[in-house]
Every structure is written in C-alpha cells, then in structure tokens.
C-alpha cells in the first residue's frame, strides 16, 4: 500500500515519529512514536489545514512523502472498538487502543478512520517495530499551499 506523509520541507525526511512522540496526537499520548500517513494526498493536506495554529504556518515551504508499505503489515483498527468513543484529542481510549495494537499485537501500521472523512483512512506507522526497515520511501514532492486556504485563518 502507499501511502502519503506531509511535514515541512525540512522534516519530511524524518521518519522517526519524534514530533509525535514529544507533542502525542490524535492516536498517541506523549511519549509514544507515531508517524501518521494518509493513504491519498488530499486527506494528508486536510489534515494538515485543519491543524494550522497559524497563518505563518503557511508561510513555509511543504513536501509529500510516498511511502510504500507491504500489504501484509498493514492491520485495519476494529472499528467495533471505535463505538460509543469520542475523537477528540487528548483520549486515552484511542491512546490505549493505538498502544495494544503497536505494542500487545506488535503491529506495523495501523489503519484508522479519517476524524475529518470516516470513510477514507490514515495509516500510523510504529517506528518501534522490528520491520519498520521494510516500509520504503518512493519520492518527494514539494508543494505549495493554494493561497485561497489563507481566508479560513
């Protein structure tokens, strides 16, 4: 499967999960590496739009990552699990349930519904995998943000 990262230029390369692991996320408390994914470029920029704090984020320059993992390490969340919790930020039920899976069932990556569009996914990478070497870097692909986003900041 490929899959879509977005960061800024600089990180892009940056496969480590390391900011996720400082500031946590969505699928991640503090402390734990995750590197989020996308499976189209179109959900990685709106997921990226939705997190501006800042029209200076704006301002800086961005890349898309292709990245190809084997299908065979790819496990889809029971969305079974998902029922009757809210995706809000800051939620150990989705932390707890991003952890059993990296770590209890040591999966690769971890295919979960998108908050912005239920029906198309994200994909969270465990960089502390034993296989994590497998998932391969196909091209990057600086971009620039159309200034019509600018009117929602």
């Not at 971890?110 to 239920?118: A, F, G, H, M, T």
């Amino acid at each position: 499967m490929n899959v879509f990262r977005i960061a800024k230029s600089n990180y892009i390369q940056d496969l480590s999960g390391e900011g996720a692991r400082i500031y946590g996320g969505r699928w991640n408390r503090p402390g734990v590496a995750v590197l989020y994914t996308s499976q189209a470029r179109s959900l990685a920029m709106l997921e990226l739009i939705v997190h501006f704090s800042a029209l200076n984020a704006m301002k800086e320059q961005y890349s898309f990552l292709n990245l190809s993992i084997p299908d065979e390490y790819i496990e889809s969340i029971d969305l079974n699990l998902l029922k009757n919790i809210q995706f809000g930020l800051n939620n150990n039920k989705l932390w707890e349930l991003t952890e059993d899976y990296f770590f209890r069932k040591n999966i690769l990556a971890l295919k979960v519904p998108s908050v912005l569009i239920p029906e198309e996914f994200n994909v969270l990478l465990n960089p502390l995998h034993p296989n994590y070497q497998l998932i391969k870097k196909i091209n990057i692909l600086e971009i620039d943000i159309d200034d019509r986003f600018k009117k929602f900041f």
